[in-house]
């Protein structure tokens, strides 16, 4: 299984979008408010995802 069917899976699992925002939350404490324009921008690039591929399962 390639990496990106990984990720993809991982995004489809209910739950994902609380791992998305305890992600971005850990980054812009690590990052001291210096990216968060950056990190809210893939967070929330990571949240379409994952509710596009939970629309694609559900019938």
């Known amino acids: 299984m390639s990496i990106l ?8 699992r209910p739950g994902a979008r609380e791992g998305i925002d305890r992600a971005a939350k850990a980054a812009k404490k690590a990052t001291g ?3 968060d324009k950056h990190i ?3 967070a929330q690039a990571a949240r379409d995802t994952a509710e596009k ?3 694609k ?3």
């Open 5 to 12: 069917n990984k990720v993809k899976e991982m995004l489809g």
């Open 33 to 35: 408010g210096k990216y």
């Open 40 to 42: 809210d921008k893939g």
């Open 53 to 55: 591929l939970n629309r």
């Open 57 to 59: 399962e559900r019938p």
